[in-house]
């Protein structure tokens, strides 16, 4: 008798801890619903209690003057006491300061001789402004080519950049997107911003401003050029905004395209360690396991990687001052990224970025941060993401029914696999491995990055397509 | 959102049981004193070929006068209109150096501080600075004799900075060491170097140069001098290049002190975690709020840590950004004075910076880092000494046979309680706590780190 109380107390012991487990378990993967989510927060400086918007829409044309390129110049031309790298080091203690020199000079001696065409170049994209909840917006807007409208389903196209992108990302992929082809039925309308805090835009000059309050803002825009529905492609932050785009307002999302589909749940966490050691259950190829796996080596890559992010998102206003005080910091900061981002196999390389992406290219990019003079507002982006309020959304375990594509480029951060995002986009309709590319996609490889993103817009079948 | 929140700590509580039952299964084996290393003591660390390297023995006076063209150039470039963003509103130091708070130091810097730079200079100079080559490095030291040894004891005194640093923090300690008075039994006879890479010491040329090897460089400089036997006392690096020396040389080592004890060591970090969950069998009730459960220490790591992050990963990066960018460089060191001299303080908009400093004090500092453009070669100790190879070593499993002293200043980034620094200093003779106090204690508190120094010299009796 007492031996069988004594066994059922031990089952429902046992039984409770198992319960409570499960318990454990659920609350912390279940989906979350749509939090609630102000779409018109004021973000002008006041108080913006009498604020009416200026919806407006007004032409935008980078004209610097000339004694800025002048005084840049004389700032590339200090003598500068870089210090030698240790011997035997390239690339792997940071950006290596005899390349640094030789961009210094290039910037100085070639690149900003010729500053007039570079400006011609970056406004031969029609640019615009206007105001959003008390913001300045700048973006591109290229609709699509005439003889495309004619034969083509055209959609409007959102595109966002990240850091430290900005809309120079998109010079190549941009006309792809709206010439008349033969890939693709489709063209689009596109609109490229500069982020908030980024670029020509405004910032926000109060704190808050997180990746929430970017996507409602470019939705926003979006809404207030006329379009209600739209597709988003993004990488890095775009990637993330355009995200919660679709989280958030998926009434207005035709389709979410990704170059960066990252997911940081528990649950997709779990996932991934359950994968690491069943990969080709998880994965449609074993062509596919190393861009996810092994998972030490990949946070191991991410923590060497990833100094910037942390120093970025608890001091922004500290490196960012650094940065803002010299070009060369700039260029160093900037430049570190690109270069690693060009790959494992030309990461130590002194010809990677002018093989990867193009000087000019690259130097377009730096001029419009230093120009801007943004490194600090975007550096605060990263704050603000990583703080209490924004992680109390968790959106990436809210569930968004918009149809999702995924481009995974060979060398870029790891992404996450079909059967992690799946939790969150159970709409996914795309979904592909490149075993070239990295970071910059746009940038890189601009027409596979376009085929990629009309695939993934004709699966959608919008117009009845078949397979 | 609460209920994520307790569930969270329950999981981490059943996680941290888990690992305590597996790391008592090891407990014997993590316990035991560690192997002691074996390091060249004649590593090179200079440009070119060892073969090629004939060291000079001689210890040179060394001047430590400025160029001229140095402080033209950053008179010029502290002139230039700033581009410093606005802070955001309501904010103190939460998102960094204020940039309101930032234009004042530099307009103070510029229009006061080098308008006076001979006086400055002059007063960098009131100790005795040289020179001597050790393992292919010019290390440069101060070495401050008693004033007066009738009637007093004198004990060598290798006193350590950190970063970001200098030998300027020691400034208004050295007299109090030198000085004979009624408090104390005992003088000293002080060598304080800057760290290899800092101030006027040369930086590496090659890979490799972490605590441990820095430590067997202060060694040899402190044999070079005629030192055989002496007393460490250091913080920040300073006091992890001294628990390195006095773990791997304890013939020369007679007393460490340190502001900054700690214990990176399996056992010290296990102990870590122990503490967390039974902090009352840990901790006296008294100090107990000086210490955080591993989970606090984890949050504030994450808080401040990002410059140890870059540093460790990419200082030639962060370095280049900081060299001959005066601006730059001010925020990012004088950002580590305000926060680790009081966390609070990252509330203010000034950042409380003159609360415990002049910026004086501030830009003597930061003047040194810039006129010996040593900020890169300073990262570079971060990603020498975070590495695999490095803490493979787990010098700080090595027993510290010298006896040893903590001084526990509460605004200090993190403290290590007793138990958990039992396994690398048995022979922990003096511990003590004060409510007041940050990180740069020597700067900040001097006469106090001065009392607290010779109250732990006194119970080691050595002499």
Redesign the interface.
Known sequence: MKCLLVFGLIVAVFGAFVGYGYL?FT??TRPLPKPEFNDNTYWGTGDGDNYIADEEIYEFKLQVPSEDIEDLRKQLN?T??????????AFE?????YA?QQFADYWRDKYLTVWDEREEYLNSLKQFTTEIQGLNIHFIHEHAKEEAKARKHVYPLLLLHGWPGSVREFYDFIPMLGKDQNVSDYAFDVVAPSLVGFGFSD?????GFNAAEMATVMRNLMLRLGYKEFFVQGGDWGSIIGSNLATLYPENVLGYHSNMCVLHTPLAFLKGIYASYFPEKVLPSRFFIDHHFPLWEKYEGL??????F?????????????????P???A??IL?KFQTCAGPGLAQDFGAITTVYGLEAVLDNLMIYYLS?SA??AA?FY?ENVSKEYR?LQLDRVQSPVPMGCARFRNDLPAAFDWQLRDKFPNLKHSMYFQQGGHFAAMEMPSMLYNDFTTFVRKLALHGETF | MAGVGSTLVRISVAGIAILFFVGYKNYRDLSAPGKRPDLDTEAYWGPGDKALYKENKAILPFDISVDPAIITDLKGQLSRPLKLQEPLEGVGFQYGFNSKELRNVVKYWRDTYLNKWSEREEYLKKFEHFQTEIQGLKMHFIHAKPTKTTGKKVLPLLLMHGWPGTVREFYDFIPLLTTPNDKSDYVFEVIAPSLPGYGWSQGSSKTGLGVAQVSVIMRNLMLRLGFQKYVIQGGDWGSLIGSNLASLFPENVLAYHSNMCSNNSPMGSIQLILASIFPSYFLDSQHAHFYKGAGDLFAHILEEMGYAHIQATKPDTVGSALVDNPVGLAAYIIEKFSTWTNPAFRNLEDGGLTKRFTYDQLLDNIMIYYVTNSITTSMRLYSESMNKSQLGLNVDSVPIQAKAGCAHFLHELAHTSDKQLANKFPNLIHTTHYTDGGHFPAFELPETLYADFTAFIKKAALV
């Not at chain 1, 910032?203 to 704190?207: E, G, I, L, S």
């Not at chain 1, 942390?310 to 010299?326: M, V, Y």
């Open positions: 454990l609350d912390f200090r500068l006491r870089l210090t030698e790298p240790l011997d035997g080091i203690y940071g950006f290596n300061t640094l910032a926000a000059t109060r704190p923590l060497k990687e990833s100094g910037y942390h120093i970025q998102a608890t001091k922004p206003d500290t490196i960012g001052a650094a940065l803002t005080s010299s060369v910091a700039l160093t900061y570190e003079n600090t507002t605060r704050a109390a």
